[in-house]
C-alpha cells in the first residue's frame, strides 16, 4: 500500500488506499505535532461534498478530541476558504480539512492548515508525516469536546468588507459542479446585490459525472446559462471551492491568468501592492504592475509558496494559473469564495470583457496554454533530472535566453514567450505550459515541449 505523503495541498489517494484506518493515524500525527508545539486552542475539522468525507471528518474529531483537544465541525460540508478564515477568525491551534478538490470521486484526500490559515510549508507537513502512529486516545473524562459551528457568516462579513462593492443590476450565474461552494458563493453574491441564477447546485458524490475541476471542458453548461439568462459573468468553483473560474458574454471561458490580470488591475485603482505569481502564471501581471510601478515576485508552482511570498512582501494579490487566488487583507489562502465576489465588483466597475480588451491593447496580447503528460511520481525526479541534460539551445525556433529552475525548467525565450516543464504535484503527471502572443505559436512551444520532455518518461 502507497505510503501516506503530504504533496503540493495534503495527501490525495484513492479509496482504496485512503482509508479511516489511516486517516486516523494523520489524525494522530496532527495531535502530536500540535502538543509538541504546545497549542492547547480548539482545532476545527472540515469536510467536503464526497460521500466519504463526513466519516472521515468524525474519525479526526474523535482522534483529536481523544488526545484532548476541543474540536469544531461545520453545520455540513462547506468550502476550504471559509475554514482557513474560521482558524483565523476564531484564534484556533489550526484545522484538517478532508478533500480531494478537484479530483474525481473516487479519491478523497486531507490537508493540515496551520493557525496562520495559510497552507502548510513544507517543514510542518514533514514535522507531521514524522509523526504518523497509531491512536493513543485518553480516558473519556480526559477528552476534549465537539461541537459545530457557523463558519458562513463572519466569512461573509469579513469578505463584504474587503469587497465593499454594490453588485445591483448585475446578473452573475454560479456554477457550484455540486461541491462544497452551492449555496455560498452565491449567497455571497446575492448578499451584495447580484441576481444570482444557480446551476449544479445540488450535492451530488459523482459531481455529475464530471470531476469538480472548473476546466474550459467542464464549463459548457455555465457558459449555456450565461448565454440563456443574458447574464454580466459566470462564476464556477472548484469541490471545495478554494478555486475559482469564470465566464464572459464575448469569450466564454475567461483563462485564469486573464481573470488575474483584470482583477489586479481592478485593485490598483484603489490601492498600491506588488503581486504574487508561480513560475506557469502570466507575464501580463508584470506588465500591468511595471505600469503601476509595482514589483512582481515569482514563486515555484504550489499556494503555500504564494501565500509565503504575500507575507513577505505584503502584496496586494497572489495568484496562480490554475485558479487560486487570494488579497491583502484576507486569510493568505486561495479562496474561490471571495474571488466570485472579487470578480463580480471587478465586472460591475466595467464590464470584465471591456476591461481584458483594454489591457491587452495596452500591455499586448497573451495566450497561454498547457498539457499532461503521465507519469509515475517514482518516475518525476529522474525525468527532472535528465531533462537537465536535455535542455536544448533553441526551441521552436527560438533562442533560449534564460533557464529558471524555481520549478521545473522554465525557458525565458527570445521573443518574449516561455515554456515550461514541472513535475505535477497532486496528480501522476508532467506538466507541460506555455506563452506567448498567438495561439499558433502556443501549440508551436507546447508541441516541443511534448517531444522534449515525452521520450524521458
Request: glycine letters at 8%; aromatic letters at 6%.
Amino acid at each position: 500500500m502507497d505510503a501516506i505523503s503530504f504533496g503540493t495541498d495534503g495527501w490525495r489517494a484513492t479509496l482504496d488506499t485512503f482509508t479511516d484506518e489511516r486517516v486516523r493515524i494523520v489524525g494522530q500525527a496532527v495531535a502530536d505535532y500540535l502538543s509538541d508545539e504546545g497549542y492547547e486552542a480548539p482545532v476545527f475539522v472540515g469536510y467536503d461534498a464526497r460521500d466519504t468525507s463526513l466519516g472521515f471528518a468524525e474519525s479526526l474529531a474523535e482522534v483529536l478530541a481523544g488526545n484532548g483537544f476541543d474540536v469544531l465541525l461545520p453545520d455540513r460540508d462547506r468550502p476550504t476558504p471559509l475554514v482557513a478564515h474560521a482558524i483565523v477568525e476564531r484564534n484556533l491551534a489550526g484545522a484538517l480539512m478532508v478533500t480531494a478538490s478537484h479530483n474525481p470521486p473516487e479519491y478523497n484526500g486531507v490537508k493540515f492548515i496551520p493557525a496562520d490559515g495559510a497552507p502548510a510549508l513544507p517543514y510542518v507537513t514533514e514535522a507531521i508525516v514524522e509523526r504518523l502512529a497509531e491512536p493513543d486516545l485518553l480516558p473519556e473524562d480526559e477528552r476534549g469536546s465537539i461541537e459545530e459551528v457557523d463558519i458562513v457568516t463572519p466569512h461573509f462579513e469579513h469578505a463584504r468588507e474587503l469587497v465593499d462593492a454594490d453588485l445591483s443590476g448585475l446578473t452573475v450565474v454560479h456554477d457550484a459542479m455540486h461541491g462544497s461552494g452551492r449555496g455560498v458563493t452565491s449567497a455571497l453574491l446575492e448578499s451584495a446585490g447580484a441576481e444570482v441564477v444557480s446551476i449544479r447546485d445540488e450535492r451530488d458524490s459523482d459531481f455529475g459525472g464530471t470531476p469538480p475541476e472548473p476546466s474550459a471542458e467542464n464549463l459548457e453548461p455555465l457558459v449555456e446559462a450565461v448565454e440563456e439568462h443574458d447574464a454580466d459573468l459566470g462564476v464556477a468553483n472548484d469541490g471545495d471551492a478554494d478555486r475559482v473560474a469564470f465566464v464572459t458574454p464575448e469569450r466564454d471561458h475567461l483563462d485564469e491568468n486573464l481573470f488575474f490580470a483584470a482583477a489586479y488591475d481592478y485593485l490598483l485603482a484603489e490601492e498600491s501592492g506588488p503581486a504574487i505569481r508561480t513560475v506557469s502564471t502570466t507575464f501580463l501581471i508584470d506588465r500591468i504592475a511595471e505600469a503601476h510601478g509595482q514589483e512582481v515576485f515569482e514563486t515555484a508552482v504550489g499556494f503555500k509558496w504564494v501565500a509565503d511570498a504575500m507575507k513577505e512582501h505584503d502584496a496586494l494579490m497572489g495568484g496562480e494559473e490554475s485558479g487560486g487566488f487570494s488579497i491583502r487583507g484576507h486569510v493568505r489562502e486561495k479562496d474561490g469564495v471571495l474571488m466570485g465576489l472579487l470578480g463580480a465588483a471587478a465586472t460591475a466597475d466595467e464590464p470584465m470583457d471591456e476591461r481584458v480588451d483594454r489591457l491587452l491593447d495596452a500591455h499586448g496580447d497573451i495566450v497561454a496554454d498547457k498539457i499532461s503528460l503521465d507519469c509515475p511520481d517514482s518516475e518525476k525526479k529522474r525525468v527532472i533530472d535528465e531533462l537537465d541534460d536535455e535542455l536544448p539551445d533553441r526551441v521552436a525556433g527560438r533562442d533560449i535566453e534564460k533557464v529558471v529552475t524555481l520549478d521545473g525548467f522554465k525557458l525565458l525565450l527570445e521573443d518574449g514567450s516561455w515554456l515550461l516543464a514541472r513535475p505535477s504535484g497532486t496528480e501522476p503527471k508532467m506538466r507541460v505550459y506555455a506563452e506567448a502572443s498567438s495561439e499558433d505559436d502556443v501549440r508551436e512551444l507546447l508541441e516541443a515541449g511534448r517531444k522534449l520532455v515525452a521520450p524521458l518518461i
